[in-house]
Structure formats: C-alpha cells, structure tokens
C-alpha cells in the first residue's frame, strides 16, 4: 500500500486551517455557546422525538 504524501506547501496550508479552527473559530463558538446557555436551559431546544 502506498502511503500519500503531502507537499511543504499542502502542510503549511493545513496547519494555518488547524490553528484558525482552534485558535479563533472554536473560542468563537465556545462564546456563542456560553452566551446561549446563560439565557436558560438549553434541553429546551433539544429534538423531544428521542
């Protein structure tokens, strides 16, 4: 089985995707998420047909 390689160039653009994910998008949504939950119980915007 041949393993797939990645050029410098190919990695590079990985690791800024993955540092922009962690670094800004998730602490993003951590926040929305936060603001969210300090308004009320979430479970009421759970799907009930479970």
């Known amino acids: 089985m041949k393993s797939k390689l ?16 962690w670094k800004e998008h998730r602490p993003d949504i951590t926040r929305k998420v936060s603001w969210a939950a300090s308004l009320g119980d979430r479970s009421e915007n759970a799907d009930s047909t479970l």
């Not at 990645?6 to 994910?21: A, M, P, V």
């Open 6 to 21: 990645i050029t410098r160039d190919g990695f590079e653009l990985l690791k800024k995707e993955l540092d922009y994910l």
